[in-house]
């Protein structure tokens, strides 16, 4: 439906016909025009009978008390040509213009009156300065056109309810109470428990200010309210019970608003408004409950209030609140699903990714992740950090393509696959492989881009392969940026692709960053140009803290995410930062044991040794024991030498290995037994214990915390 100017003035652009302060600046735009002139052709002239004024200075028409002449006189409709000049028919210049016939009409505009100063239609008194009501069907057309689009407007709760509150105040209304369900069911939910409302929101007409909070000149001043719409929420109860067989239950299921004054009304409002809420109802027709129901039930109510010397609701008025109540509750009905659909899609994203990052030796890390918009918070980038044995640790970053509930559960099912993967110690380039595999069985088009590197703080080395993802970012210690020569390889889902690693050096201090395509790929610029950017970026941030200390962590990543400009969000991103601290060479031990019987004891000195050069003597007596169970248990199986080392970091970690793939099981000994008690004293005195499959055996790992 078009909507039709009310005005005989033209329409403002921007002026919503719903909005009271639209009315009011048409109005004193209208009152500072000057006189229209005679014969100007813009003045309109109503050519009812009955409007025409008597009195001196007033043109009586040709014909008046015979039959009209052809095209003289007659009633016009309302889309007729009300903007013709009538045959016969002379204004006279000193004539005000008459009010626009907009909706609302404000408090001040000039009414058209009767000359016993009464409105024409009822006959009733209307005091100056109050809104005229609306005269005919089309100006509730209009109305409920208007405000059923702002209503549409709004996209959550709030936002809609708001939007009923200032589409009827004071328009159509001069106050309004929204009362809701507590809580909104959602769906096709069946809610257990009372039926209770809560007041959501109540509005007004302000006593002194518009809605813009601007101060009305003296002649547009609406006059004093009544105390009775003073405070309404101060008056109203908040929450309300709906009793099973009440009043108020029966008027809510019967859907259709009733006036105040109705049987069923009067014995719903106490029990809606609570003790003394009654008084902000007025008497007669100057209020109206209208029911709010949504899709499939009943979710509030909303109460449309009148001042005593306002006229009253009519008949028809009943349909205009029908018609804001439905598209009210329809709105409400949308937003809630839609809150718990972006709710169902946070969660989903949340759980695809890492909740916490790990704290590994010799490594630090930060992590950031933006949804590609607020419509869409779920994509196919994740990012991940593995601990791996020997204090290394495996760094991961992929994106899916696309950003939907189906690329986020494919990004959840890869993610599952590597960490899985990782846990098996394999290679990086034998990680891509397998996940090339997985992305097979899932679909023939799931296809993803991965990048997989492996970070040994011991050696100070990083192995890297790479499935068609954009190059990591290594970020030096005296402020140079370095985007890593890695072969690219093909994405995840093509099959039969061979991937290939590289090793790289990681020195301390470095920042090693690693990102998906939305950080640096847009429809503004490509991808090179965006990994250019970054580069510079880094760089400059570096500067900033000189070339003796590298940036904070997480204040690198949001300064890396400011440069992303307002056309940039294409895509989502994820972006993990890892600091290589590393470990000293002199806070590591590393033997090479025989499988023989003497190797245990040779184990004890060895550590003993160690903890004497490393001032750790308290711990000399637990180490001993602990080495001397793990090493015996190695010694025991294994055909090749087997390994021990020691790391001193903020812990002492041990970690002995062989190439035995079994791993150790906890168990209970008996009291009989000879053997079985070695891992239950490491479970007794260690800090945290474990033990890891790798390609070539297993490492079992022990830590105790340093004084």
Not at 294 to 315: K, Q, S
Not at 420 to 446: F, K, S, Y
Not at 574 to 597: K, M, Q
Not at 661 to 686: I, K, M, S
């Amino acid at each position: 439906m078009t909507e039709q100017p009310t005005s005989f003035e033209r329409p403002q652009p921007g002026v919503d016909p719903a909005e009271a302060r639209g009315a009011l600046l048409r109005t004193q735009q209208q009152s500072q025009k000057p006189p229209a002139q005679l014969g100007d052709p813009a003045l309109p002239v109503q050519v009812r009978a009955e409007a025409t004024p008597s009195g001196p200075g007033t043109a009586t028409p040709r014909g008046t008390g015979k039959e009209p002449a052809a095209g003289q006189g007659k009633e016009p409709s309302v889309n007729g040509p009300e903007h013709a000049q009538p045959a016969g028919t002379e204004p006279d210049a000193h004539r005000p213009r008459p009010a626009p016939e907009t909706i609302p009409a404000q408090p001040g505009a000039q009414q058209e009156r009767s000359p016993g100063g009464q409105e024409r239609r009822t006959g009733q008194a209307v005091p100056p300065g109050r809104p005229m009501p609306m005269r005919r069907d089309g100006d509730r057309l209009r109305f409920v056109g208007a405000a059923t689009r702002r209503i549409a407007r709004g996209l959550d709760l709030d936002e809609i309810v708001m939007g009923l509150c200032r589409a009827t105040v004071p328009t159509f209304s001069d106050a309004i109470l929204v009362y809701l369900r507590e809580p909104l069911p959602v769906g096709d939910e069946r809610p257990s428990g009372p039926v209770v409302l809560r007041l959501r929101r109540t509005d007004r007409i302000p006593p002194e200010r518009d809605t813009d909070g601007v101060l009305l000149p003296p002649a547009f001043e609406p006059e004093p309210e009544p105390s009775v719409l003073s405070d309404l929420s101060a008056l109203t109860a908040e929450l309300c019970e709906v009793r099973p067989g009440g009043a108020l239950n029966e008027v809510l299921r019967g859907v259709r608003p009733v006036f105040a004054d109705a049987p069923a009304a009067r014995d719903a409002l106490p029990e809606l408004l609570g003790e003394g809420g009654e008084a902000v109802v007025p008497g007669g027709r100057h209020a109206i409950l209208a029911p709010l129901r949504g899709r499939r039930r009943v979710i509030g109510a909303a109460l449309f209030l009148r001042r005593p010397d306002r006229l009253a609701f009519e008949a028809d008025d009943l349909l205009v609140a029908a018609q804001l109540a439905t598209h009210s509750a329809l709105g409400i009905d949308k937003a809630v699903l839609y809150g718990r659909e972006a709710y169902i899609a946070d969660e989903l994203q949340r759980t695809m990714l890492p909740e916490t990052l790990p704290r590994p030796t010799g490594v630090r890390l930060a992590s950031r992740y933006l949804p590609a918009a607020e419509t869409a918070r779920v994509g196919g980038d994740w990012y991940d950090a593995i601990p791996l044995p020997g204090s290394r640790v495996a760094l991961v970053v992929g994106d899916v393509m696309g950003h939907s509930m189906t690329s986020a559960a494919i990004m959840g099912q890869l993610r599952t696959t590597a960490q899985t993967l990782a846990g098996l110690d394999l290679p990086p380039q034998e990680v891509l492989h397998h996940l090339d595999e997985q992305a097979q069985r899932l679909g023939t088009d799931r296809m993803a881009t991965c990048l997989y590197a492996v970070y040994d703080p011991v050696t100070h080395r990083i192995t890297i392969a790479n499935a068609g993802h954009p190059p990591p970012v290594l970020l030096h210690l005296g402020g140079h940026a370095e985007v890593l020569r890695v072969p690219s390889g093909a994405p995840i889902g093509v099959g039969g692709v061979d991937f290939e690693a590289v090793e790289l050096e990681a020195p301390a201090g470095g920042t090693l960053l690693l990102y998906t395509d939305g950080l640096v790929e847009s429809r503004l610029r490509d991808v090179w140009t965006g990994i250019e950017q970054l580069r510079e970026k880094l760089a400059a941030t570096a500067r900033l803290t000189g070339p003796d200390h590298p940036p904070p962590l997480e204040a690198l990543c949001d300064e890396v995410l400011d440069m992303l400009g307002p056309g940039d969000r294409d895509d989502d991103i994820a972006l993990l930062a890892a600091r290589f601290d590393g470990i000293a060479p002199s806070d590591v031990a590393y033997w090479t044991l025989e499988p023989e019987d003497s190797a245990p004891g040779q184990a004890r000195r060895l550590a003993r040794r160690a903890l004497a050069r490393w001032d750790l003597e308290e711990l000399t007596d637990s180490v001993e024991l602990l080495v001397s169970e793990v090493v015996t248990n190695a010694v025991r199986y294994a055909s090749r030498p087997v390994t021990l080392r020691l790391l001193r970091t903020d812990v002492l970690r041990c970690e002995v290995g062989d190439d035995v793939p079994q791993l150790p099981r906890l168990r209970q000994a008996r009291a009989t037994d000879e053997g079985g008690r070695g891992l239950y004293l490491v479970n007794r005195l260690a800090r945290r214990w474990g033990a890891t499959r790798l390609s070539t055996g297993k490492v079992v790992w022990f830590e105790l915390n340093r004084g």
